[in-house]
Each structure stands twice: as C-alpha cells, then as structure tokens.
C-alpha cells in the first residue's frame, strides 16, 4: 500500500514534466536559434540568438562596421538611439552607435510602401550615418524605430502610406525639424514616379519641395501576365485582340480568394481539416486577408465568380463579364481603369481596397506567388525594378509585358491626376480617353523638403551639414540595384536577407557612393592638442599660484594690521578687496578649464563681476571718504563718519551686481557649448569648448560695469593726490587702477578678436586674469608691508608724527615784548620744514592781542586775536594753517625766556581727529569713527 500510495503522488509530477517537455518542443519549433551559433550560421557572425527566440540583426552597430570593426568607426546615433540608450552599455544592453562628434541636424527618409523604396532609403540611411556621421532615420515618424535598417525587429517594414507629400509641407512648417511633431513628418522621399507628376509640380510651384532629381533609377509600368500564359494564350500579350475575347479573358483569368474566403465559401470543412489547398484556418487578420502563406499553409485559390459568367446580360443585352485584372493601390502610378475602359479591354480589378478595388503590394506579391503554386494564369499591373521579376525570372512565371497604345506626349498630358484616380466616382478614374495608353520608362525622382536646402544653407559653413548635397547627389542606376535584388530573392527575401544584401553590395560598392561626396566632407574633428591642454594646464598653475598668493597676503596683511600704513589704509578694507582678488584668481582658473561644465561657466562670471566688484568698490568709498573729510576740514566744517556707512555702500554695490548675476543666470544663463572652427584644409574641424549666453548684451553689460569701476577709482585717485602723506595713497592706487585698466582693455581686445577661437580666448584671459591679480597685490600691498615691518620693528617708528613750534626762528625784542617770527616744523622725520611764518603787526601786550601773519602755502596774510593775559612778557595764542596736507588749527604760547617754549603737539593722527569749526584748538575723537 505504501508503493502504491508513493506511485500515486508522483503521477501529477509526471504530467508536469511531460506538459513542460511538450511546452519546451513547441517553442523550438516555433523559434528560430536556440544558441548563437544558429544565428551566426543562419545570417552572420554578429547576429544573436535573443531570449525571445529570433535570430537579431547583426548589423545594428554599422553595416560597416560589422565588416571591419577596426576600420570602420560605429554608425553614430538617431534620435530613436539616444531615446533608447543605445549610446552606452548599460542594463544588459550593448552600445550599438556613438554620439557624432559634430550635432548635424537629423534628416528623416520615407520608406514607403515597396521594396525597391525601401532599398533605397537604407542605402541612403547607411550612407548618411556611415559615410558622412549625419544621423538618420526611416519612416514618417511613429515607426522610425522598426522601419530603421539599424532596427533590432528584422522584420521588412513597409510604410502605411506610398508617397507622403503632406509629411514633406510638414517638415517645412517645423523648420526641417521633425522632432518638434508626432505627426508624419519626413524630409525625402526616395522613390516618386511619374504618375505623381501633377502632385510634385503643384508642390514645387509651391515651393514645398526642392528640385526634381532622378535618383538614378529607371521606372517601367506595364502589365504583366506569366511566361506560361503568353505561350498557351499568345493574344494576352497584346490589347489588340482582346476586345473581342470577353469569354476567353473571364475564363482564362479566374478571381483570386483570400484564405479567410477559402475557408468559408470553398472548403468543405471550414480549414478545420487541411486539404491541398489550407492546412489550417486563418489566425491572424494578416492571415484571413492574405491570399498565399508559405510553407504551404495556403497555397491560393482561384475561382470562377458572377463576374466571370458572361451569360449574365445588361439591360441591352450585352454581356458584362470581365476576366481578373490585379490592380495596384489607387496611390499608386496606375492608369488601369482608364486603359481598360477607353480601350475596350474586358478585364477588372477585384481587390479589397476603396475606390479602384485594388490589391496592396503585399496582396500582389501574394496573387503572383498562388498563381505559380497553383499553375493558374493571371494579369497584373507591376512595374521594375522590383525583386519580384528578379524571383520569377528563368521560370514558366517569369513576367511577360503586355503592349498596350503607344505613349505619347498628349496621352501623358492627358493622364487622369492623382486625387481623381481614387474618386469613388468610375468617370473620373477614367478619365479622357487621350489618356488611356502606355506607360512609359521614366527616371524616378527624390522629393526634398525645401526645408532641408533652406536650414543648412542658413547654417554657418563650418557647422553646415552635408546631408542636403548629399541627398541631392545621390543616384543609384538600375543595374546596381538590380544586383541588390537578385541577392535579396536568391537568399530568401526576408527581413534578415533584405539587410544583408543591401549592406553586402554597399560594402562592395564604398567607390559608388564616395562619388556622391559633397566637397569638404567627411570632415575630421579635430579636439585640443596636448600642447593646447599643456597651455592651459599652465594657465591654471599661474592662476593657483595667484589664488594662492592672495591668501599668503590675506595672512601678512594681518600680521601688519596695526601698522600705522595700515590703520590708514583702513585694513577691513583691505581685507574686502582680498576677497575680490581671490575671486578673480580661482575666475582664472575655472577660464582655463580642460571641459568646461555648467557650473564652470557660471562660476566664470560669478566670481568675475563679483571680484573686481569687491576689488575696486572698496577702494572708490574709501578714497571719496578721505576726500569728503579733507574738502571739509579746509571749510574748517565738522564732517562725522561712520565706518557701517561704507560697508553699506560696499554691500550695495555687491549687491547691484548679484541681482545683475541673478538675472543673467536664470534668463539667459552660460552654457558649455563647442565651438567649431574649419581649418584651411576645408575638411578638418577644430573642435574648443566654452561658454557663452544666446546673447552678447550680458557680456557687454558686464566689460560697461567694469570699465566703469575702474574709471571712477581713477578718478578719486586722482583728486587725493593732495592729501595728507600717511592718507594719501594716490600714487599707489593710481598705479594699481592703471595696471586694472591695462589688464581690462586687453581682455576686451583679447574677446574681441578671438571670439570665434575659445581656445585663444579662454587661455588668453586665464593668463591676463591672474597677472591681474598679481600685479595689484605687488603694486598696493608690497609696499605697505615693507613699510609696515619698518614701522614695527623701529623704535618710536609706529609713533604718530608730533609737530611743534621751535625757536628756530623766533625772535623777540624785549624792549618792546614784539614777537618777531614764528616757524611750525615737522620735527618727528628729522628735518625741519617750515610750514608757516607770521609777523605780529602791533606789540603784543594786554591792550592788544591782535598779530598778523604769513602763511607759506596759502601765500596770503592773516590776522589772529591772542586772549589778554596779565603778563605781557608771557602771550598765547592760536592760528589755523590753510595747508593742504594738514588745515587745522595749532596752539602756542610763547614767555620772556627765549628758551622756555611751550611745545603744543597733536598726538593723533586725522584717522582720530574731529575737525572743529570754532575757534578753540582742535580736539580728539574716537578713533573707530574715523
């Protein structure tokens, strides 16, 4: 019982094993590789075998590329590829194309709704992504993806439309730039035959479409019945004789039935046994409407319906039977209606499609394809090149022309026009009856979006894209499509095999296309070299060192910041034009960037604008402060201020030019862009990276804000230059500001001329950037240093100048107490320079205390009133100097001994003093308000 009950249990597992083992059997059958080397025996070594079972396209890297990787680059990428990923390896995808090295705009082909145009677009695909790097695409717009000859689907993808002129208006309208639509849009379209002619002209007068060249290939439309036909039944050749044999054409040519028609009208048991005609029912809706499937799974079906049966009478007796005429779409270059009709031909077309019950390509193919399998005659509408004479020729079925009237230039004239040829009215399918002969053999043409001509011609040469001259210049003759053909049908005429061909005879005819080469191209990019890099890579080690050379002075500055150079330079603002040198030093640097990113450009102008702003700001405040104080101290006028005004005033400034920065960065802000230069050569392209704003005003804005800084600094330079010595910093600012103006005009000069080599221009204004910089901090800073390790290292040196009044030259009469002379002298530099004289004009006594005297600068005459005192051999007094280094007023006080003179100094410097416009002595007042 316990086997028993054990074999029990393992009768379900069984099952499952057998089920997944019939599961796995049905998949192979179904697939098409196991493993890779059924695909690379299949089709080609780069083909895989993918997980869904179906061999991939092997040359969707390159058709050349798949040739010989290493002489052949990767194709470049579309934007179908650059949506997917493809230009990289990532998530288990490979890289299949690379990104061009110069963006020309993307050119879309129409593929359209037959082989032969379908060809053509991926031969001109592969040689505009190939040859030239100009990424294209195929299809109208929903179906580039899978229509691409670079497709992963290997299918054979046929357009839903043959001729799209509507798609080429549309690609005008977007500027040739289909990318900023959904809907169809296209800039060639390769194949336009002669029955289009009405439709090109309007749309060329319209200035739609550029000119009308031939793309090389000759068009035959004719109609066509098999070799087997033409020998049993010679007169099908000719319409001669057909007039007169209605009953011979409606029994000879039977109507075709679909599969799904087969099933439900012919077969006896509905395709649910097979038969020698269907193995099975239709599945899909390609199936149902299909009317030959391979592998003998319908081989066609042909039948006599009601409108082959001539004993059904019209109204007048006559018999209406037709036999079957397979007519192309109603788009397309057919005249059948009208050919039929005028000529008296009792044939007609019972094809599903509107308006001229027509048959598509595909059907076609089918009809031809039951009619061999089934041996049955039939009558088609066709045209060459096409593979399907390729397949039949050599055999029963091979196409046999049928001679129709003789074309003429009034029967071409007299064509029935495009939109009437599918009118659901049958008079104006018919047309006049002038237009009723044969076709005959013209020169295809390629439509071109005038877009595509206007928009390059509208590019600058050296970004201009070749695809419009090559476009134009592209012509493939019959006989070398013909070999295309012939491969295609020998190998099998699938999507696999069509690739194949195509790329087998590009690869064998690399001299044909070179011949379509526009002049110039394909042109060589040609990056920085590494003595460009080297250049710059220097660039950036002067600007370090300046950087660096800023922060060693930010340190030395306040080692010395109690120096008495640098308590008058005022050191906090020191301190701020620092900053605005650091940020013009690492400005510098970011110039000289190997690959410039966003943030690089934006940093450029940043710490530009802002740097100079803290650089030279400080300076004009603090120079029109001093000169502010010194105006009003010879008015003898109380000036206060306030050191938290002049930050304010220096914020303000900074922040005018960041809300300037704000809005550049937000509205328009730079970008990394590369800028391209043609050399000599006119083949090779110079490719430099830089930065740049859709508009030069901000750049203007930014050299006006500049030049007007350091013109206003140069200015109050300029109007200090009489200032007290240990304020005065005229000559030093002067020189700076001048070296600031030097170093500005030449980055001017250096964006003007090489605004169109960024190379040039970007190392050219790292270089004068940092010498900027240097130079300042040498011409205003050195010297202060020197002079401020002087003053701390020197005894007494840091002391404030004192100044006295001497004997020197003071003289008295003591007969009669009259001071005869008086000299004001410097007497803490060692030398005694006189700044003043005087000459009292009366006795000095008690009665009169009024005494004139000269002063050497003003050279001019002053009185003064001394205060009575009640010794006359003792006088004091006081007197403003109207010197412009010092304009203040000094107290003396002079006793009948000649050697006893009181000394008055002034032990502060004017960074400490309040002026006073009264008539007492001058008074002290802190000095953080100065």
């Not at 000759?218 to 033409?230: C, D, E, M, N, R």
């Not at 304009?887 to 004017?910: A, C, M, Q």
């Amino acid at each position: 019982m316990a086997r028993k009950k054990a074999d029990f249990d393992l009768a379900p597992i069984k099952f499952k094993l057998v089920l997944l083992l019939l599961l796995l059997l049905l998949q192979q059958a179904s697939s098409e590789c196991i493993s890779d080397f059924d695909c690379s025996t299949l089709y080609h070594p780069n083909s895989k075998c993918t997980v869904s079972g179906v061999c991939s396209n092997p040359y969707v890297s390159g058709c050349l590329h798949s040739s010989d990787a290493a002489r052949h680059k990767m194709r470049v990428c579309n934007a179908d590829d650059m949506r997917l990923g493809n230009y990289e390896t990532k998530n288990g995808r490979e890289q299949t194309c690379r990104i061009a090295d110069i963006p020309y705009p993307e050119i879309r082909v129409h593929n359209q709704d037959w082989e032969v145009a379908i060809f053509l677009s991926w031969i001109m695909q592969i040689y505009l992504m190939e040859f030239l790097d100009v990424p294209a695409s195929v299809g109208l717009g929903d179906d580039t993806e899978i229509s691409s000859f670079y497709s992963m689907d290997t299918g054979l993808p046929l357009s839903r439309r043959s001729y799209s002129f509507d798609a080429l208006v549309r690609a005008n309208e977007f500027g040739g730039d289909c990318s900023k639509t959904t809907e169809d849009c296209v800039h060639v379209i390769p194949d336009v035959w002669l029955g289009q002619k009405d439709t090109l002209l309007s749309h060329f007068d319209d200035g739609d479409i550029d000119y009308l060249d031939g793309n090389g290939q000759v068009g035959k439309i004719s109609w066509y019945v098999p070799k087997k036909t033409a020998q049993d039944h010679p007169f099908t050749i000719t319409y001669v004789g057909m007039p007169e044999k209605r009953q011979e054409l409606a029994d000879i040519f039977k109507r075709p039935t679909n599969w799904q028609d087969y099933c439900h009208e012919v077969s006896l048991n509905n395709c649910t046994q097979p038969d020698e005609v269907a193995s099975r029912y239709p599945i899909t809706d390609f199936e149902k409407s299909s009317y030959f499937a391979p592998n003998g799974n319908y081989i066609g079906h042909f039948r006599h319906t009601q409108e082959n049966n001539c004993t059904i009478l019209d109204e007048f007796g006559n018999s209406t039977c037709t036999g079957h005429f397979v007519n192309a779409p109603c788009t397309w270059s057919t005249f059948a209606d009208a050919q039929t009709h005028w000529n008296d031909i009792p044939l007609a077309s019972s094809g599903p499609t509107a308006a001229n019950s027509g048959y598509s390509y595909s059907q076609m193919l089918q009809v031809w394809d039951a009619a061999n399998a089934t041996r049955e005659h039939v009558m088609m509408w066709w045209y060459e090149p096409d593979p399907l004479l390729e397949e039949y020729r050599g055999t029963d079925y091979q196409f046999t022309k049928v001679h129709l009237p003789s074309p003429s230039v009034e029967c071409r004239e007299s064509r029935v026009p495009p939109n009437d040829r599918c009118s659901e009215d049958p008079i104006k399918r018919r047309g006049a009856k002038e237009g009723s002969c044969d076709n005959i053999g013209h020169t295809t043409k390629k439509a071109i979006a005038s877009s595509l001509r206007d928009s390059t011609r509208a590019t600058p040469e050296v970004d201009q894209s070749p695809g419009y001259s090559a476009i134009r210049n592209f012509n493939i003759d019959d006989l070398d499509l013909a070999v295309v053909l012939r491969d295609y049908v020998k190998k099998g005429r699938t999507g696999h095999t069509a690739r194949e061909s195509v790329c087998e005879w590009v690869q064998n005819n690399m001299d044909v296309l070179d011949k379509f080469m526009p002049v110039g191209y394909p042109r060589t990019l040609r990056s920085e070299s590494e003595t460009q890099n080297m250049l710059k890579t220097i660039a950036q080690g002067v600007g370090a060192f300046a950087t660096i050379y800023v922060l060693v002075s930010f340190a030395i500055t306040h080692h010395y910041r109690k120096a008495r150079i640098m308590v008058f330079a005022q050191v906090q603002f020191v301190f701020v034009m620092l900053f605005g040198l650091l940020l013009v030093a690492l400005s510098s640097i970011m110039h000289a960037a190997l690959t410039p990113d966003d943030n690089t450009c934006l940093a450029q102008v940043w710490f530009v604008s802002l740097g100079y702003t803290c650089l030279l700001g400080p300076l004009i405040i603090k120079v029109s402060a001093i000169n502010q104080l010194m105006r009003a101290s010879q008015r003898m006028r109380r000036v206060r201020i306030k050191p938290q005004t002049l930050y304010f005033q220096v914020a303000g400034l900074a922040c005018f030019v960041t809300v300037f920065l704000l809005v550049w960065t937000f509205v328009d802000p730079p970008r990394p862009e590369m800028f391209r230069i043609l050399v000599d050569d006119g083949t090779t392209v110079s490719a430099q990276a830089t930065c740049s704003s859709d508009e030069e005003l901000w750049v203007t804005g930014y050299h006006f804000w500049e030049g007007f800084l350091i013109l206003c600094a140069f200015v109050l330079a300029f109007q200090s230059r009489g200032v007290k010595a240990e304020f005065n910093e005229s000559r030093a600012v002067g020189t700076m500001i001048y070296s600031h103006f030097v170093f500005a005009a030449l980055r001017v000069i250096v964006y003007l001329t090489f605004g169109e080599e960024p190379y040039t221009n970007a190392v050219a204004t790292s270089f004068l950037l940092s010498l900027d910089v240097i130079s300042a901090l040498t011409i205003y800073l050195v010297p202060k240093w020197v002079k401020g390790h002087k003053q701390l290292t020197k005894p007494g040196g840091n002391e404030t100048p004192r100044f006295q009044i001497t004997a020197s030259s003071f003289r008295r009469e003591a007969s009669t107490s009259t001071v005869t002379g008086l000299n004001l002298s410097n007497t803490n530099s060692g030398s005694s320079k006189t700044l003043l004289t005087f000459q009292p004009s009366k006795q000095l006594t008690k009665a009169n205390s009024t005494f004139s005297y000269f002063d050497e600068n003003a050279k001019r005459k002053s009185n003064e009133s001394l205060p009575e005192s009640t010794d006359t051999e003792e006088m004091s007094g006081s007197f403003t100097t109207s010197d412009n280094k010092f304009g203040r007023r000094v107290s003396f006080k002079t006793t009948s001994d000649i050697e006893n003179i009181r000394r008055h100094s002034i032990d502060r410097p004017l960074s400490g003093i309040e002026e006073s416009s009264r008539s007492d002595h001058l008074t002290e007042t802190n000095n953080d308000e100065s």
